[in-house]
């Protein structure tokens, strides 16, 4: 099994005019910090890492790049690592909620491009905390949601992450394994231009297709 294996299936890999791009959502880099763990996971570390390893050409990162709200030191320095072993590959951040500051960072780094949202090749990539930007696009790659579901089978349930399918909109589960989700239902609700949504299609990390679920 790769040492990259959860990343690897909570992450998306797509052809742009970029290059080989690699799509993931909701890092929430520095989560230890505002939760108050006493360990260092070096979860950003691993992260850098796994890019390195796709050799890929630019990485889109769908909002919540970090997990506080603000900017302390020893959160700075974790970032700072994690886009200095990214200095050959183009960074793309779509700001998230938990994103305040981080420009003072990105700043820092030629590579590193921050914005409310990005559109290209006709696919829009956006976190998914606002209203939607009023662009014409195919469509539309997000997190926010952290979208979860839990699975029954034989008296023993299990919650596990998903990606969610419903129109042009594709939501991804936070690529970060030691956050859990919420359920697809109070996730979706989350995102305002999907919180009135009544059905999407749910899909297993690996690929498998667990149906259409009504909201």
């Known amino acids: 099994m790769s040492p990259f294996s959860d990343f690897e299936r909570l992450s998306l890999l797509i052809d742009t005019s970029l290059g080989k791009t690699l799509l993931i959502a909701d890092p929430h880099i520095g989560f230890e910090l505002s939760r108050g763990l006493r360990i260092r996971t070096r979860f950003e570390e691993r992260l850098a890492e796994f890019v390195l390893e796709g050799k890929v050409d630019s990485l889109i990162i769908l909002g919540d790049l970090k997990e506080p709200l603000g900017l302390s030191f020893r959160l700075k320095e974790m970032l700072l690592r994690f886009f200095s072993a990214l200095r050959d590959v183009r960074v793309f951040i779509a700001k998230g909620n938990h994103d305040g500051r981080i420009e003072e960072v990105a700043e820092h780094f030629s590579n590193v491009e921050v914005r409310e949202y990005f559109l290209i090749d006709g696919q829009l990539f956006l976190h998914g905390h606002t209203k939607l ?72 990390p690996e690929g498998i297709y667990l149906g259409e679920l009504k909201l």
């Open 133 to 204: 930007p009023g662009v014409e696009f195919d469509e539309a790659f997000l997190g926010h949601a952290h979208p979860a579901y839990t699975l029954k089978s034989g008296g023993v349930a299990r919650k596990v992450k998903v990606f969610v399918r419903t129109g042009k909109f594709l939501v991804l589960p936070t690529v970060n394994p030691y956050i859990e989700g919420f359920d697809v239902r109070e996730g979706l609700k989350l995102v305002p231009f999907l919180k009135n949504t009544e059905k999407a299609e749910l899909f297993l």
